[in-house]
């Protein structure tokens, strides 16, 4: 299921930019901008998706529910996609591009379709990752070894699905039909949802006991802390309370164990376990925000990693011309060489060294990807620069839609770099906040590390408006022009380099100073 999940979603949003720009008639910019808040609106849903599974309708009704909405929106995008085709005779065709002016209706009709995929999204993809996670026992030592392999082979699958994707739908969208393009995803929607449903009853599923929602305990944690600020217990209720057993981080939240009246009586302020479970979730934040800055580096390769490879000559053989949102399978074809080399390979030989199960620490993996994720933006912008100078070698600045003599290749290492960036820092970012989480929050913890790469890509889509703005005042050519041979990506590229290199430093302070779980071996 959350191959097919993939497979549906990057369909989409690897060459949307292309088709906004085209039958939409939106500006690199304006397009830009609106695949990244698309993109991350879908990422930050799972949060609200999260907690209404973890709360109220457990992970299964909310995959099944989740799932209905998420085919409902691939379908309402086909029919979008036929109103206009239909209205062919409002677009422009120039050297293999397609410009056209949609109507008002149109233009509503088929964001609304998108963002009622997002919304699909939004509870489908922190429940399929959680409920995976929980078909393993804990109890069970083997199954306990199998569940450390789980996020690696996970993602795995995952990245089979997006190459798949990458590899077929964007050649349908360039060269077919944007019909089949959004139909196709459905279809595999559907089928995913029934192979889903085959398999009910061989499932797992945690039994809710009744009690209070997880919010409600730890938000009573945090307003009972905030309410005793000032409260210090009198010397006899402390005589009467056996030592503190919980860990000395967050101290202030220990006010929650006492009453406003400075009590210490027990039942009637919060627990103990009330308290640590509110500490486990204060601990991750600062990682959490420390990782964003990987989040906006992961919406350039939808967006203007594209854009940049309908500049070049993408032309295999004499007639034959690769779409340029494929060139993002050379990501996802890293990742599945580079998992099972880390996971058979290297995870032993690190084992053997640190003595630790998984080899090295969830948050030494995810800083070992940030600083790849900081090398990769610095490959990008030179090879951008390379590209620039060809423009103006070859006297092609005012020509944007001639192709530049120069090789699409040149962009695959910044792809494969990125796809052992993720092989680090993705991975390691679900387990590390799936893990950390307390029990009851689980699909909570899978939406945070999604919400990453959510916020990640409204902030690009803010970056990309302000700088635009600034860059292009006076009649300039700013860093995002419609013209690509008189735009800077570079700069921008640089930009991201220097913001991850920042977020890597603050990341490490941070990370040297985390407490993990007691749970976490």
Not at 21 to 47: D, F, H, I, K, R
Not at 266 to 287: H, Y
Not at 386 to 411: C, F, G, I, N, S
């Amino acid at each position: 299921m959350a191959v097919v999940d993939r497979f549906a979603f990057k369909g989409i949003e690897t060459n949307l930019i292309n088709y906004l720009t085209g039958w939409l008639g939106e500006s690199t910019a304006a397009a830009a901008a609106n695949v990244n808040t698309w993109s991350g609106t879908a990422t930050l849903l799972p949060l609200l998706g999260a907690a209404i599974a973890d709360s109220y309708l457990g992970q299964y009704r909310t995959i099944v529910i989740a799932s209905l909405t998420y085919i409902l929106g691939l379908g309402l995008l086909t029919v979008s996609a036929v109103f206009t085709s239909g209205s062919s005779s409002n677009c422009k065709n120039s050297n293999k591009t397609t410009s056209c002016s949609p109507s008002q209706l149109q233009v509503v009709f088929f964001f609304f379709s998108l963002y009622v995929v997002a919304i699909g999204q939004g509870g489908l993809k922190p429940c399929l990752q959680a409920f995976g996670a929980e078909q393993f026992d804990q109890r069970d030592q083997e199954e306990c070894k199998a569940k450390s392999s789980f996020f690696n082979w996970w993602f795995f699958g995952l990245a089979g699905g997006v190459s798949v994707s990458y590899l077929i739908m964007s050649y349908i969208e360039d060269n077919v039909s944007w019909i089949l393009g959004f139909g196709i995803p459905c279809l595999f929607m559907v089928l995913g949802l029934l192979l889903f449903l085959f398999g009910t009853r061989t499932y797992r599923y945690s039994i809710k006991k009744n009690e209070r929602s997880p919010f409600v305990r730890i938000g009573r944690v945090f307003v009972a802390a905030a309410k005793n600020w000032k409260t210090t217990p009198p010397v006899e209720a402390t005589e009467n309370l056996p030592p503190y057993q919980g860990s000395n981080q967050f101290k202030f939240l220990n006010k929650a164990l006492l009453l406003p009246g400075g009590s210490g009586e027990k039942g009637k302020a919060c627990s103990l376990s009330d308290v640590e479970e509110a500490k486990a979730v204060l601990r991750l934040f600062p990682i959490w925000a420390t990782c964003l800055g990987y989040g906006i580096v992961l919406a350039q390769p939808p967006t203007l990693f594209t854009k940049q490879g309908t500049t070049l000559d993408r032309s295999i053989g004499s007639g034959f011309h690769i779409p340029a949102a494929s060139l993002q399978f050379f990501r996802s074809l890293t990742v599945l060489i580079f998992i099972p080399i880390y996971d058979r390979i290297f995870v032993p030989i690190a084992r053997s060294l640190t003595r630790k199960p998984s080899g090295i620490t969830m948050l030494q993996r995810i800083g070992t990807g940030i600083f790849l994720i900081a090398i990769t933006m610095v490959i990008a912008a030179l090879v951008e620069l390379k590209r620039l100078k060809t423009a103006e070698e070859y006297e092609l600045l005012d020509m944007p839609k001639t192709t530049l003599p120069m090789k699409v290749w040149w962009l695959i290492p910044q792809f494969i770099f990125l796809g052992i960036s993720d092989s680090f820092t993705n991975v390691g970012i679900q387990e590390f906040f799936c893990d950390q989480m307390p029990n009851e929050l689980r699909s909570v913890g899978v939406s945070l590390q999604l919400s990453i790469v959510g916020l990640g890509s409204l902030l690009s889509t803010s970056l990309i408006s302000v700088i635009g703005k600034i860059t292009s005042g006076d009649g300039r050519d700013g860093w995002f022009s419609d013209n690509l041979n008189r735009a800077h990506l570079d700069y921008f590229y640089w930009l991201l380099a220097g913001l991850t290199a920042i977020g890597l430093a603050v990341y490490l302070f941070f990370a040297k100073s985390y407490i993990y779980n007691r749970s976490t071996t």
